[in-house]
């Protein structure tokens, strides 16, 4: 059973930063890839960063430059920094990891409101 808290969303301004972690816990040393997805009303859940054990990173062509994914395997966490942000990365961010037997496991989601 894997266990995974996210934290940071919320409302900012477009132009702003937020930064949404994540920590993983459970009877799971560790993680494979961890990454952050996003969904937006009435769509389906799409990848927004992900990074490797190793660190290799990840990201969908709409953040590059202005996010930057994270990850301390000692804490099994997971960070998103969120760097001028436009109204249209508003959305529900979910933490996900892969486990190195190829399972997936899902935070609750964090909403992430930018307003112009």
């Known amino acids: 059973q894997v266990q995974l808290v996210e934290s940071g969303g919320g409302l900012v301004q477009s132009g702003g930063s937020l930064r949404l972690s994540c920590a993983a816990s459970g009877n799971i040393f560790s993680f494979a890839t961890m990454g952050w997805y996003r969904q937006f009303p009435g769509k389906e859940r799409e990848l927004v960063a992900t990074i490797t054990r190793g660190g290799s990173t990840n990201y969908v062509d709409s953040v590059k430059g202005r996010f930057t994914i994270s990850r301390d395997n000692a804490k099994n966490t997971v960070d998103l920094q969120m760097n001028s942000l436009k109204p249209e990365d508003t959305a529900v961010y979910y933490c996900?990891?892969?486990?190195?037997?190829?399972?997936?496991?899902w935070g609750q989601g964090t909403q992430v409101t930018v307003s112009s």
């Open positions: 996900g990891v892969r486990s190195w037997g190829m399972t997936d496991y």
